[in-house]
């Protein structure tokens, strides 16, 4: 299956939070543990009323990945089938060097990203807000060159080409126990803006570090 949006397998829409929250349960899930799933171990029918907004890429160079599974949301975003072509397509230039170093964050990690996207409003458009989840996953290797994403939509309804801006991001490490032998695995540490880490709630904030960019937080565990 290479387009995670079959009639057979749909349900009821869920809420943009509500899919995000069930789409890392179920990675959650697939990890038994401190590891990092296998590609072969997600079952599209384990989470029926997601796969329109689920996704899966295969990391090309550092910083690159191509859609090896698009989804529904996708396809209405850019008005075309994504298969085959980068995530980053639905990025504007001006967000793309941000988001190609998050990208390679989760591979490299390993990490999970929570994105917030926007679109400028337009004639006659109130534009669009956008959230990404992104968790790493092992090919058949045990390499971690995939990633198992979802993505949530929410303004303009037409069905046209579509790039986001990055908003604000959040990163997390993900804790790897491999072979019996424990290891935190850090990403590059990235700098936020004073109001946001003033906003941010003391338990989070406690738990996360800066990052070079105003919009992204790195948090250092996730146990």
Request: glycine share 6%.
């Given at each position: 299956?290479?387009?995670?949006?079959?009639?057979?397998?749909?349900?009821?829409?869920?809420?943009?939070?509500?899919?995000?929250?069930?789409?890392?349960?179920?990675?959650?899930?697939?990890?038994?543990?401190?590891?990092?799933?296998?590609?072969?171990?997600?079952?599209?029918?384990?989470?029926?009323?997601?796969?329109?907004?689920?996704?899966?890429?295969?990391?090309?160079?550092?910083?690159?990945?191509?859609?090896?599974?698009?989804?529904?949301?996708?396809?209405?975003?850019?008005?075309?089938?994504?298969?085959?072509?980068?995530?980053?397509?639905?990025?504007?230039?001006?967000?793309?060097?941000?988001?190609?170093?998050?990208?390679?964050?989760?591979?490299?990690?390993?990490?999970?990203?929570?994105?917030?996207?926007?679109?400028?409003?337009?004639?006659?458009?109130?534009?669009?807000?956008?959230?990404?989840?992104?968790?790493?996953?092992?090919?058949?290797?045990?390499?971690?060159?995939?990633?198992?994403?979802?993505?949530?939509?929410?303004g303009d309804g037409r069905k046209?080409?579509?790039?986001?801006?990055?908003?604000?991001?959040?990163?997390?490490?993900?804790?790897?126990?491999?072979?019996?032998?424990?290891?935190?695995?850090?990403?590059?540490?990235?700098?936020?803006?004073?109001?946001?880490?003033?906003?941010?709630?003391?338990?989070?904030?406690?738990?996360?570090?800066?990052?070079?960019?105003?919009?992204?937080?790195?948090?250092?565990?996730?146990?």
């Open positions: 299956m290479d387009t995670f949006d079959r009639e057979t397998l749909g349900a009821d829409r869920l809420n943009g939070a509500l899919v995000l929250e069930r789409m890392e349960d179920y990675w959650n899930g697939l990890r038994r543990g401190n590891t990092v799933p296998y590609r072969s171990e997600v079952d599209p029918r384990a989470v029926q009323q997601m796969l329109r907004h689920a996704f899966i890429l295969e990391r090309l160079a550092p910083g690159v990945g191509k859609l090896r599974v698009s989804c529904g949301v996708l396809t209405d975003i850019q008005g075309m089938d994504m298969r085959g072509m980068p995530i980053a397509a639905i990025i504007t230039e001006d967000s793309r060097e941000e988001f190609r170093e998050i990208l390679e964050q989760v591979f490299s990690g390993p990490a999970t990203a929570r994105i917030d996207l926007t679109t400028t409003r337009g004639f006659r458009s109130r534009g669009k807000r956008a959230s990404l989840l992104l968790m790493p996953l092992r090919s058949d290797t045990g390499e971690i060159n995939r990633i198992l994403g979802a993505i949530t939509v929410d046209a080409p579509t790039r986001f801006d990055l908003a604000e991001s959040l990163i997390r490490e993900v804790h790897v126990d491999d072979d019996g032998l424990a290891e935190r695995l850090s990403v590059r540490p990235v700098t936020l803006a004073d109001r946001q880490n003033a906003m941010m709630p003391e338990d989070i904030r406690a738990n996360t570090v800066p990052t070079k960019h105003a919009h992204l937080r790195l948090v250092v565990s996730d146990t």
